[in-house]
């Protein structure tokens, strides 16, 4: 009530001033201080009168002085809040302390009154009946704990005194209290029927009121409390606090935190044995009473035992968290299970309606500053020991509203003020039981065995489920009952929250261990876990839907939404690892649940909006104000940083692992579950969504990239940008993600192209603004063709060169990854529509002629993106100018200087993108595709086919010089053993044939030529190369100090054999194998085969098109009539291929010598199928062999047939090491194996090519015996297995052998030759070996093994 309102209606000035309520007495006098420099406007009289109200005698007078000591106890404690309050809104910081120590008497009145109280509560006959003395005394200890935090020195002296030495009498009361509370609940929990009810609640009632207090001291001053070193210098009430903590000398024997450890068992089974002796019939409204204050001293116990779980953790003192251990064994878990899942819907809509309810009574809207600050300093009932309604003035108002009603109006009154406090008790333990949980379980972690951790985790989890499902459920009831009468939900989310967070943390944690005992019962758990999480999200979901939540309660609602996504994110992923345990029923269920959670993270992707700055802040200052959408900025730091902004980071997230992947294991469910997220997106617009926050990141992302890019941004520029980019990376992964999908799921592929994504993303604002950084634009016409590099492509920081040996310290440039996403997308996309083009041509032509359209969309990304995408590989030659010192970490700088390197290098991040580019390029020239874009842009076709040529010479360059490192680095290894048996080692090394020390020498040469093809940007890189991946590369590591031969040898395979040369290789891999795709889709003589009908064969005159050696197809006409009429495509699997041997025109047949089997036929014109149109056959790789020495094979101007060989030989390295390609610092065999098989068939076309094309004397010249003794050495004779038949299909190695049966045929018998004329030599020098002494006249034995050397053979 307002004061001056009660003055004037006095009717009398003599009228006893004890009527009136001591906080009127107080507000009449009491105003704002008029200076900030001096308390004299603050009248402190009947505050200190009011003070000593509060007295034990007072409570035992009763009556009028037991209400007025009750009342004056109250007043006080508001006054310590009002004060603390107003001065933070009004900016005088003195008011407070000052004026309240001088009222107050030092603190000594609250400390008398509180042991004199204490001192009479000891006697179990005083405490019937003084139900005044506890309140009183729970009043008093509120007031303490609320000065603790904002007057400690005042909060001290309540508790000990104003003198100087402390005064533990009252401390030591205090303890004594609740050590007989734990006495007595643990002989009610035991059913000991000798223990009075009500003695329980009134003893319990004060003990919440002492754990209040000393709660109050944990949370401000414990962990500065951790050695009896002054504390009280730290805090003013550091000394209590370590006199209870134990750490001075005259500390109670007993830790008061181990004292509330065994409370919280003994409260735990109390309430236990009260649910169990409840009637479901009739709601006891004392036995709810006795349990909410039961659970409310439960809290109270939590949190001390929380605070102090930390301190001993970090202090490592008193057994760290072994005083709690039992409170999370099973049988305790099961109790905090089910005490965690007892709310009520009744209770829930009782306590909903009293809070409108007083909401709506209490609104005054005086602008009296008395009341007003009052009012804002304590609107709600806070900082209280137990649960209770609400304030004293608002329930005086309540009675006042409620005075014409019945006797039964006023019963249904209290019973809703009773469940109202019982939910707030459960609400809070809720929160406490969390926050304790959460410190236990991070103890755990540190202390206890997997298992132990483990099992932990998954009953934290599974009781964290089961209190959200509980309280959803709850308020679910309890909205519906509301609704019915025009009223809402309290939007309150207090316990939500940290038991979302405490999910989160041990599903997060659980995650983390894989050894489950019982596979099969793991997925049902998580299936279960996830069914359950799923509904209690869905019912938040709705409870916090927009328009519900106040703008005040934003962040809660969003920061509870994104921590239910990311648990349900865990959960997927984990569930994801056990794909091939699952039945069809369990997937058909987790199929449903995924679709259910799509739709929630769309609709938080719905809730939420971009504002710049955070402008929509203050757009309504009333509390009640319901915002149309969240509202995020790219501005938050860390992952604690704005609530809104990460849950848009979690829901695409969650979108991303929630879509449907193409893995090649397409099946019904996987079908039917792409089909339905695709309709879940349309219906949703999704994609609209997704599209709007990819455009307002773009845009934020395109403004700060110069700033950050050039080095120039502020720490907060950086962040936004940071932000900004994770946005835009994670959307677009998503659409690339989408865009997989598409291949196994036609709908979601039409639905991306119909909504306009890949439109879209072709003008991109950030794409546009940013590429010119990484692909700048050609200047003038006399420009350098190898411009000077300022910073590496792909990295942020400038280049280092000017300090010999320094480590580079670029930084990767996240926008340069995002435009490989893009790239990645669009090759995705031409893989999709021709995968559903080719499903669907005979069985949908709607679906066909919807999908036409899409390939042009690449077409025209090729086209704006023309100078980004082909600049990448003139990059491969620009940044090797760039390198600098670089490229010589780890080595001999003097020895390696003196070694040629290569003519290119690149980044780990350059090689990614020309992967991801030759990777699009590939898609471009493969099947239908390919001839629409010859068509369309025939000038970027015949560009992507030389770059595609140059890109495999480069690609197998680096990776010829790793296998040949590789392989003579291991037979130098092991000839180190059988030095002494030369012979021995010849036959086990035909690699070692010129020598050791020749052999050492191509060794280094070949380490240093691929160390030289790469640089390292970052720390990271640098650190991966000098992380050695084989036991020789560490040693010689750690070893490359010495100076001797062994010693250089040894530090040299360190650059062939680290993590950053693994990952690399693996890249390079990918790019030699699409620049061979392209190579081979888009080769001349690819269309040089024309396919005939058997009328357009029988018009034909052969004998003028066909020329003796052409190839042709051949099959009888009875066969294959009607099928070539009919489809008119390429001769059918019917057919035979031969060589034509000669044609007669008079008798209209051809002669031919079929190539399989040998056999000459004369066969008609008319079985002609197929022909070639030689004036379309030339080749691309000229007819050279791999040069003798690595660095030859660079700097040759034109690919040739060497470069091919090198790259096989890097596939046989892995062939004779299979078992090593199951290490993860090696290439997948899969890749090997494609790459075997495109180089052999390129080859392999390739030698036929030249045979054919050229004249019969130049193919017995030197050259040509050297291709075909390489030949040999890869493929074998008829005789000799082939040194690829590991990484290669056997029925596509047959198919090359034969082809090359001639060329294989004419290398076998000059071998045979050489093996004879070896065997005539009888004898054999051992000096001339080991020295590395050149042996003339004689040629090497070793061409008579299968596994040659890397050198060339002379």
């Known amino acids: 009530e307002n004061a001056e309102d009660i003055t004037r209606k006095l009717e009398s000035s003599e009228e006893s001033l004890l009527a009136l309520s001591p906080c009127n007495l107080l507000l009449c006098k009491a105003c704002l201080p008029v200076s900030k420099s001096t308390d004299s406007s603050c009248n402190i009289a009947n505050l200190n009168l009011i003070s000593r109200y509060p007295s034990v005698d007072n409570i035992v007078a009763g009556g009028a002085k037991s209400k007025s000591a009750l009342l004056s106890a109250k007043i006080v404690k508001m006054c310590l809040e009002h004060a603390s309050t107003s001065s933070g809104v009004y900016g005088d910081t003195r008011i407070g302390l000052s004026v309240f120590r001088a009222a107050l008497g030092g603190g000594m009145m609250i400390f008398n009154t509180l042991f004199d109280t204490f001192d009479r509560l000891t006697n179990d006959s005083y405490l019937d009946g003084n139900d005044d003395s506890v309140l009183m005394a729970v009043t008093l200890l509120e007031t303490v704990a609320i000065s603790v935090t904002s007057h400690p020195e005042l909060a001290r002296s309540m508790l000990v005194g104003t003198e100087v030495s402390q005064n533990w009498k009252l401390i030591d009361l205090i303890v004594a209290s609740v050590n007989d509370t734990v006495e007595l609940v643990g002989k009610s929990a035991d059913g000991d029927e000798s223990v009075n009810e009500e003695k329980i609640s009134l003893r319990s009632f004060l003990t919440c009121g002492c754990l209040h207090m000393i709660s109050a001291l944990w949370k401000s001053c414990r962990l500065v409390c951790t050695q009896n070193a002054r504390s009280e210098s730290k805090h003013a009430c550091g000394v209590v606090t370590s006199h209870l903590a134990g750490a001075n000398d005259d500390s109670p024997t007993t830790l008061i935190a181990n004292t509330a450890a065994e409370l919280t068992r003994c409260t735990l089974l109390a309430i236990m044995s009260l649910q169990e002796s409840e009637n479901d019939d009739a709601i006891s409204y004392k036995a709810i009473n006795k349990k909410c204050i039961l659970v409310d001293m439960l809290t109270k116990a939590l949190d001390i035992i929380a605070i102090e779980a930390v301190t001993r953790i970090q202090t490592k003192t008193h057994g760290g968290i072994s005083f709690v251990e039992d409170l999370f064994e099973p049988g305790p878990m099961e109790c905090w299970s089910i005490l965690l899942a007892s709310n009520n819907a009744a209770g829930l809509a009782a306590s909903s309606w009293l809070f409108g309810f007083s909401a709506s009574v209490e609104k005054s809207n005086a602008l009296n500053w008395n009341v007003g600050s009052f009012l804002e300093a304590y609107p709600a009932e806070k900082n209280l020991a137990t649960s209770t309604w609400c304030l004293y003035g608002q329930s005086t108002r309540l009675a006042d509203a409620l005075t014409c009603a019945d006797s039964d109006s006023s019963r249904k009154f209290l019973e809703c003020s009773t469940l109202y406090s019982s939910i707030q008790a459960e609400d809070c333990f809720a929160a406490s039981w969390a926050h304790f949980f959460e410190v236990v379980a991070a103890g755990c972690i540190k202390s206890k065995g997997s298992k132990e951790v483990q099992s932990l985790m998954n009953s934290l989890a599974e009781c964290s489920l089961a209190s959200l499902s509980s309280i959803s459920e709850s308020k679910t009831i309890s909205e519906s009952i509301l609704s019915s009468q025009g009223l809402s939900e309290s939007p309150d989310t207090m316990p939500i929250g940290d038991l979302c967070s405490l999910l989160l943390y041990s599903l997060s944690v659980s995650s983390a261990f894989d050894d489950f005992e019982n596979v099969e019962d793991r997925c049902d758990v998580l299936l279960g876990m996830f069914g359950r999480l799923y509904e209690s999200a869905n019912r938040l979901f709705a409870m916090t839907q927009l328009g519900s939540a106040s703008s005040s309660n934003q962040v809660a609602v969003c920061s509870i939404r994104q921590r239910l996504l990311s648990s349900a994110l865990v959960i997927v992923s984990e569930f994801e690892k056990l794909s091939d345990k699952r039945t069809r029923e369990s997937s058909i269920k987790y199929n449903e649940i995924r679709i259910g959670l799509t739709n929630l993270a769309v609709n938080a992707l719905q809730s939420l909006q971009y504002v710049q700055g955070g402008s ?61 997220f695709s309709s879940c997106f349309k219906q949703r617009n999704a994609l609209q969504q997704l599209q709007y926050h990819l455009s307002s990141a773009s845009s934020v992302t395109s403004l700060t990239y ?456 004369h066969v008609p014109w008319s079985w002609l199928v197929g022909m070639e149109d030689t004036s379309k056959k030339h080749s691309l790789f000229s007819y050279l062999p791999a040069a003798k020495s690595i660095a030859d094979a660079d700097v040759r101007g034109q690919p040739s047939l060497g470069h091919l060989v090198l790259a096989l030989k890097w596939c046989r390295h892995y062939s004779s090491s299979s078992s090593s390609l199951n290490d993860k610092n090696t290439p997948p065999m899969y890749l090997v194996n494609s790459v075997a098989e495109r180089a052999s068939i390129l080859l392999c076309t390739e030698v036929l090519l030249h045979d054919e094309l050229r004249d019969s004397h130049s193919r017995r010249d030197e050259t040509t015996r050297k291709i075909n003794m390489q030949l040999l050495d890869l493929f074998g004779s008829d005789f000799d297995s082939s040194s690829l038949s590991a990484v290669m299909n056997e029925d596509i190695l047959e198919s090359i052998k034969m082809q090359l049966k001639d060329q294989l045929h004419e290398a076998s018998l000059e071998r045979e030759e050489e093996r004879k004329m070896w065997e005539e030599q009888t004898n054999w020098d051992n000096a001339s070996f080991l020295g590395g002494k050149k042996r003339e006249g004689r040629r090497s034995p070793f061409r008579s093994l299968s596994r040659k050397t890397s050198s060339d053979f002379s």
């Open 706 to 1161: 110069p700033a950050v890019h050039g080095g120039t941004a502020s720490q907060s520029v950086t962040t936004i940008h940071s932000n900004a980019v994770d946005i835009v990376n994670f959307i677009m992964t998503l659409m690339q993600t989408l865009t997989d999908s598409g291949s196994s799921t036609v709908s979601t592929l039409l639905l991306l192209a119909e909504s306009g994504c890949f439109r879209a993303l072709i003008g991109n604002q950030l794409l546009k603004a940013t590429s010119v950084a990484w692909a700048p634009k050609s200047g003038s016409v006399g420009e350098s063709a190898s411009p000077i590099v300022t910073r590496h492509r792909g990295y942020n920081a400038p280049i280092q060169t000017n300090l010999s040996g320094a480590r580079p310290a670029s930084q990767k440039d996240s926008v340069h990854e995002i435009w490989l996403v893009a790239v990645n997308t669009f090759a995705s996309l031409l893989r999709s529509v021709r995968q559903q083009s080719s499903t669907h041509e005979k069985v949908d032509e709607q679906i066909v002629s919807q999908l036409a359209p899409i390939s042009k969309i690449v077409f025209d990304f090729v086209c704006s993106y023309e100078r980004e995408l082909f600049s990448c590989f003139a990059a491969l030659f620009n940044e090797v100018h760039a390198q600098g010192n670089l490229s010589n970490k780890g080595g001999k700088s003097s020895f390696s200087s003196s070694i040629q390197s290569s003519s290119f290098a690149f980044t780990s991040n350059l090689l990614k993108e020309c992967e991801a580019v030759s990777f699009l390029f590939a898609e471009l020239c493969t099947g239908n595709t390919r001839t629409q874009f010859a068509r369309s842009c025939g000038s970027i076709y015949k560009k992507i086919l030389t770059a595609s040529v140059e890109l495999t010479k480069m690609t197998s360059s680096f990776l010829g010089s790793i296998g040949n490192a590789r392989e003579l680095f291991m037979a130098l290894s092991d000839a180190k053993t059988m030095l002494d048996q030369p012979s021995a080692m010849l036959d086990a090394h035909p690699l070692l044939a010129e020598g050791i020390p020749n052999a050492r020498h191509e060794a280094i040469r070949n380490a240093h030529f691929a160390h030289s093809c790469c640089i390292l940007a970052t720390r990271e890189d640098f650190r991966d190369a000098h992380t050695a991946t084989t036991k020789d590369a560490r040693v010689g590591e750690s070893e490359s100090t010495q100076n001797s031969s062994a010693s250089l040898e040894q530090s040299f395979q360190i650059h062939v054999n680290n993590k950053f040369i693994a990952e690399v290789e693996e890249v390079a891999g990918y790019c030699l194998f699409n620049s061979l795709s392209v190579v081979a889709n888009a080769h001349p003589a690819s269309e040089s085969f024309v396919s005939l009908s058997p009328e357009e064969a029988s018009q034909l005159d052969v004998a003028s098109v066909i020329n003796p050696g052409a190839v042709v197809a051949i099959c009888p006409q009875n066969t294959t009539a009607q099928s070539l009429k009919r489809y008119r495509i390429e001769a059918p699997q019917s057919a035979s291929y031969a060589r034509t041997i000669r044609c007669d025109r008079s008798t209209r047949a051809i002669t031919v010598k079929y190539i399989k089997s040998g056999e000459i036929e």
């Open 616 to 676: 929509a802040d203050n757009e309504a200052s009333d509390d009640t104000f319901a915002p149309s959408k969240f509202s995020y900025d790219f501005a938050s730091k860390g992952e604690n940083g704005d609530s809104a902004f990460q849950l848009l980071r979690t829901s695409i997230s969650l979108l991303s692992h929630l879509s449907p992947t193409s893995n090649g294991h397409s099946n019904y469910q996987s079908h039917s579950y792409g089909v339905d």
